[in-house]
Structures are given as structure tokens and as C-alpha cells.
Nanobody, 117 residues
Framework: VQVVESGGGLVQAGGSLRLSCKASGFITSVFNANPMAWYRQAPGKQRELVAEITSDRVTNYANSVKGRFTISRDNSRKMVYLEMNNLKSEDTGVYYC?????????WGQGTQVTVSS
């Protein structure tokens, strides 16, 4: 089981990025049955939940990103996405994908997002 994030980078405030997360090694039924989430960790701060999506595609967002970020999943590809719009400097951090399954939380290595003001 491997979780790999991509899509991070440097963007100006007000810009957009789309993060992708690939959950490899999951059998389809396990991926489909479990929630997926994006977390982030800013320098000097604890890791925090950004957005999550259940197996029924019910979504939940941190208050700080509501109306700007959208989480989605493609079960056929075992992918999770995070569309980020109107980015702010406080969105800077390492973004991690969390894929629940096989009785544990499976984390990726993270992708850096830097928003310049």
C-alpha cells in the first residue's frame, strides 16, 4: 500500500493549484469503502485536517478553506483530489494525503505548497 501526492508548487496569492493523491496497492473494494482526507502542516504548527470525503462522497472542510477548496475522489482510478482556489499565504505548508484502509491510516510523503503574497 502506497500513497503518493503530487501537484504542489509555488503560486501567487489569489492563484489556484490542484493536488492529486494516488492510493496504490489498494484493492478497489477497500478504497471505495473508506474515507480519504487531506491534511496540511505549516512551519512550526501541528498537522491539521483540511478536507475529507467519505465513501458516500460526503465532504467536510476546515473553516479556513470552506468556499475555496474542493475535495473529490475518483474510485475507478483510486485517486483523491484537492482543488484549491483563491490561495492565501496562510495556506502555505506541506499537504498530506491520508487514505484509510487495512485497519490503519496510510500517509503519503507530502507535497509542498507555497503561496507568495
Amino acid at each position: 500500500v502506497q500513497v503518493v501526492e503530487s501537484g504542489g508548487g509555488l503560486v501567487q496569492a489569489g492563484g489556484s493549484l490542484r493536488l492529486s493523491c494516488k492510493a496504490s496497492g489498494f484493492i478497489t473494494s477497500v478504497f471505495n469503502a473508506n474515507p480519504m482526507a487531506w491534511y496540511r502542516q505549516a512551519p512550526g504548527k501541528q498537522r491539521e485536517l483540511v478536507a475529507e470525503i467519505t465513501s458516500d462522497r460526503v465532504t467536510n472542510y476546515a473553516n479556513s478553506v470552506k468556499g475555496r477548496f474542493t475535495i473529490s475522489r475518483d474510485n475507478s482510478r483510486k485517486m483523491v483530489y484537492l482543488e484549491m482556489n483563491n490561495l492565501k499565504s496562510e495556506d502555505t505548508g506541506v499537504y498530506y494525503c491520508n487514505a484509510a484502509g487495512y485497519g490503519r491510516e496510510n500517509w503519503g510523503q507530502g507535497t509542498q505548497v507555497t503561496v507568495s503574497s
